[in-house]
């Protein structure tokens, strides 16, 4: 079975703070995605990675960054927290392309 | 612009009872997944479709895609309350890449 991990399921931070959201899949899976999931919005991409220290941009991409330095680990930055970050946050990883992807437990994050 | 759109948004029945959610399409889609997400967690895969007019079934759900890759449905036979959450269809764009639709989901509520 495909497992995808992320680091924390509930994050409390504060205006300002640099926020890091780590996720990791056990597939050897060359894709991995972020998204946030926010109530009225379903699910937007925030970044994807194809590959080691490959990444592009999704449809939501401010305010973020990313960083994949190994193949199993996805990193979701977020620079400077600000209160319309407040959402839930998904990893996911596929084995080819957009299809079939394996989503993490989710983190929800609030920023105060 | 490639969207998903699911019907209805908000279903809530008796256990035991059958039903029939829908995700319909302008745009012809190479397949379509389908996810179901428990409150609090993240999406897990259901199924993928691949063929028009392809049927698969899952125990109690059964999953439909037209003939035209335009569409698909989702019955369930005799809910039961595990049912219960959001059902999110999605399908990768077709511009090639990345991205992945999803749509806005329906949300079910099983009664014992």
């Known amino acids: 079975d495909v497992k995808v991990t992320q680091s924390s399921r509930y994050l409390v931070k504060r205006t300002g703070e640099k926020v890091f959201l780590e996720c990791v899949q056990d597939?050897?899976?060359?894709?991995m995605f972020w998204y946030r999931q926010d109530p009225g919005l379903g699910l937007r991409l925030i970044y994807f990675s194809y590959d080691v220290k490959m990444k592009e941009k999704g449809d939501i991409p401010e305010g973020y960054s990313v960083s994949r330095e190994k193949k199993e680990r996805f990193s979701l930055i977020l620079e400077s927290a600000s209160t319309n970050q407040t959402s839930m946050y998904l990893c996911?990883?596929?084995?080819?392309?957009?299809?079939?992807?394996?989503f993490g437990p989710g983190t929800r994050l609030t920023v105060t | 612009t490639q969207l998903l759109e699911q019907s209805p948004q908000f279903l809530s029945i008796q256990e035991g009872e059958n039903l029939t959610v829908y995700c319909n399409s302008s745009s012809v889609f190479s397949s379509l997944q389908w996810y179901r997400q428990e409150p609090g967690e993240g999406p897990v895969l259901l199924v993928t479709?691949?063929?028009?007019?392809e049927v698969k079934k899952l125990k109690r759900l059964t999953f439909q895609f037209g003939d035209a890759r335009k569409d698909s449905s989702l019955h369930i036979t005799a809910a039961q309350p595990g049912d219960t959450g959001l059902y999110l269809c999605?399908?990768?764009?077709?511009?090639?890449?990345?991205?992945?639709?999803f749509g806005a989901g329906t949300r079910l509520f099983v009664k014992a």
């Open positions: 597939m050897d899976h060359e894709n």
């Open positions: 996911a990883s596929s084995l080819a392309g957009p299809y079939e992807q394996y």
């Open positions: 479709v691949v063929t028009g007019g």
């Open positions: 999605a399908g990768p764009m077709n511009t090639g890449g990345f991205k992945t639709i």
